[in-house]
């Protein structure tokens, strides 16, 4: 065995992380073997009990049960074509608004956001949806690109989320209250991206004509119909599974149970449910679940062996000694989230950071719910900051290349949104009640 001091110990430990994504190693595959090879050069073979106990814990945890129900429900509704009738109501309202139809691809990501959860359905079913209807009438393709991931994104923050769920088990911390919370901080972005894609087009009408009259020449009453019938179906949704959390009926696993159910008998009314789309469902489910599970693993096992060699301590002071109080070493970890969502999916940064930092947050004198929730709206800027920008490739692959949508055209689009997503956080940091106010009200 070797001594590595904490501080060398932790250095190696971060790095050695970095070193492995930058490699183009999937993520679960260098944070398994740092965390394997240097625990047993420290501590020999009781790192192998260490790791073993720590990945069987994760993965056998019953809130996390509710993460492929999660995922199979939002799969299942992608196939019902819920969202093209919802497209095409809220196209008749808005569309004559010069950038309607970007505001209402911010709106059916909001609405999407609710009944989804998964950042690749979200996105990829707007790009199909959004992006040849706005191209297509004269719409910048960076106003265009940009609307279609920050409204994508917003599933990875509204409830039901996957991020949420994972979050909750990290930080013992419910996973019904997270959702509650999350609620007013996801619709503060949603609002500020409305009215940011109204101003611009406002200052700048060109980017974003309006559609013309004619096409939207409907009867009143035919819009309306079309409004409410194409709404009735994510509200029973969200009604199902949400509602019976607020409600105190059921706890996150067993309303994730519900809305799988329901997404399926939407699936069977809506007359696209069949035995390939159930596989289909199934196997991407499978996957995605598998996915999460492996980095989610190797990555509690990697902290367990971070922690034992005093690296935590060696973070912990760290943070304490920034500058400025507890409001200095908040902005310390608001910034280091923010530079890892460059280089490190959001789940590796869940699976690492959250065990090591929120211990420290009673320390700090924080709220625990509250804090929990910044990182949470952190973190939506690291699907929109490249390299590693999950609803930048999502949209890249799932366009038609006929559409002359670039990457450039892509990223010039999403920075004035992760500049938003910047002055939300402002907003929760200023009125913490955004976040706490919810979580209150709920029925215990």
Same mark, same amino acid.
């Given at each position: 065995?070797?001594?590595?001091?904490?501080?060398?110990?932790?250095?190696?430990?971060?790095?050695?992380?970095?070193?492995?994504?930058?490699?183009?190693?999937?993520?679960?595959?260098?944070?398994?073997?740092?965390?394997?090879?240097?625990?047993?050069?420290?501590?020999?073979?009781?790192?192998?009990?260490?790791?073993?106990?720590?990945?069987?814990?994760?993965?056998?945890?019953?809130?996390?049960?509710?993460?492929?129900?999660?995922?199979?429900?939002?799969?299942?509704?992608?196939?019902?074509?819920?969202?093209?009738?919802?497209?095409?109501?809220?196209?008749?309202?808005?569309?004559?608004?010069?950038?309607?139809?970007?505001?209402?691809?911010?709106?059916?990501?909001?609405?999407?956001?609710?009944?989804?959860?998964?950042?690749?359905?979200?996105?990829?079913?707007?790009?199909?949806?959004?992006?040849?209807?706005?191209?297509?009438?004269?719409?910048?393709?960076?106003?265009?690109?940009?609307?279609?991931?920050?409204?994508?994104?917003?599933?990875?923050?509204?409830?039901?989320?996957?991020?949420?769920?994972?979050?909750?088990?990290?930080?013992?911390?419910?996973?019904?209250?997270?959702?509650?919370?999350?609620?007013?901080?996801?619709?503060?972005?949603?609002?500020?991206?409305?009215?940011?894609?109204?101003?611009?087009?406002?200052?700048?009408?060109?980017?974003?004509?309006?559609?013309?009259?004619?096409?939207?020449?409907?009867?009143?009453?035919?819009?309306?119909?079309?409004?409410?019938?194409?709404?009735?179906?994510?509200?029973?949704?969200?009604?199902?599974?949400?509602?019976?959390?607020? !409600?105190? +009926?059921?706890? =996150?696993?067993?309303?994730?149970? &519900?809305?799988? #159910?329901?997404?399926?008998? %939407?699936?069977? /009314?809506?007359?696209?449910?069949?035995?390939?789309?159930?596989?289909?469902?199934?196997?991407?489910?499978?996957?995605?679940?598998?996915?999460?599970?492996?980095?989610?693993?190797?990555?509690?096992?990697?902290?367990?062996?971070?922690?034992?060699?005093?690296?935590?301590?060696?973070?912990?002071?760290?943070?304490?000694?920034?500058?400025?109080?507890?409001?200095?070493?908040?902005?310390?970890?608001?910034?280091?989230?923010?530079?890892?969502?460059?280089?490190?999916?959001?789940?590796?940064? !869940?699976? +690492?950071?959250? =065990?090591?930092?929120?211990?420290? &947050?009673?320390? #700090?004198?924080?709220?625990? %719910?509250?804090? /929990?929730?910044?990182?949470?709206?952190?973190?939506?800027?690291?699907?929109?900051?490249?390299?590693?920008?999950?609803?930048?490739?999502?949209?890249?692959?799932?366009?038609?290349?006929?559409?002359?949508?670039?990457?450039?055209?892509?990223?010039?689009?999403?920075?004035?949104?992760?500049?938003?997503?910047?002055?939300?956080?402002?907003?929760?940091?200023?009125?913490?009640?955004?976040?706490?106010?919810?979580?209150?009200?709920?029925?215990?």
């Amino acid at each position: 065995m070797i001594h590595l001091s904490p501080e060398v110990a932790t250095v190696i430990m971060l790095g050695g992380i970095l070193v492995g994504i930058l490699s183009g190693y999937p993520l679960a595959i260098p944070i398994g073997a740092l965390g394997l090879i240097l625990g047993y050069a420290m501590m020999g073979e009781a790192v192998l009990n260490l790791m073993y106990t720590r990945l069987f814990a994760l993965i056998t945890s019953y809130v996390l049960l509710a993460a492929p129900l999660f995922i199979y429900m939002g799969v299942m509704l992608e196939r019902s074509a819920v969202a093209d009738k919802m497209f095409d109501a809220l196209y008749l309202w808005l569309g004559g608004l010069r950038g309607g139809l970007a505001v209402t691809t911010v709106l059916l990501g909001t609405i999407l956001a609710a009944c989804v959860g998964i950042i690749g359905a979200s996105v990829t079913m707007l790009a199909l949806l959004a992006i040849p209807a706005m191209v297509s009438r004269g719409y910048s393709k960076s106003l265009a690109a940009g609307s279609v991931c920050a409204g994508g994104t917003l599933g990875i923050l509204i409830p039901p989320s996957i991020m949420l769920v994972i979050y909750g088990p990290m930080a013992f911390i419910s996973v019904g209250k997270l959702f509650m919370a999350a609620f007013i901080p996801g619709f503060i972005l949603s609002g500020l991206y409305c009215s940011y894609i109204i101003v611009r087009c406002l200052l700048q009408p060109d980017i974003a004509p309006a559609v013309p009259a004619e096409e939207r020449r409907v009867p009143l009453l035919k819009k309306t119909t079309m409004l409410v019938s194409s709404l009735f179906p994510p509200a029973l949704l969200i009604l199902a599974v949400l509602g019976t959390i607020f !409600l105190g +009926i059921a706890p =996150p696993t067993e309303a994730a149970a &519900v809305g799988a #159910l329901v997404a399926t008998v %939407l699936a069977i /009314a809506y007359r696209r449910f069949s035995w390939q789309v159930l596989m289909d469902t199934l196997s991407r489910t499978l996957r995605v679940s598998a996915m999460i599970l492996l980095i989610g693993g190797t990555a509690f096992a990697f902290v367990g062996v971070f922690l034992a060699a005093g690296c935590g301590k060696v973070i912990e002071e760290l943070i304490l000694a920034a500058p400025g109080g507890k409001w200095g070493a908040f902005a310390l970890v608001m910034f280091a989230l923010f530079i890892l969502g460059f280089f490190i999916d959001w789940l590796g940064i !869940l699976f +690492i950071m959250v =065990p090591i930092i929120s211990p420290l &947050v009673p320390t #700090l004198g924080f709220d625990e %719910l509250w804090f /929990a929730m910044m990182i949470c709206v952190n973190l939506q800027m690291s699907f929109m900051t490249p390299p590693m920008a999950h609803a930048i490739f999502y949209l890249r692959g799932s366009v038609d290349p006929s559409w002359g949508v670039t990457m450039g055209d892509i990223i010039r689009g999403v920075i004035p949104f992760v500049f938003l997503i910047m002055i939300g956080i402002g907003l929760c940091v200023a009125f913490p009640q955004l976040i706490l106010w919810l979580p209150a009200q709920m029925i215990k």
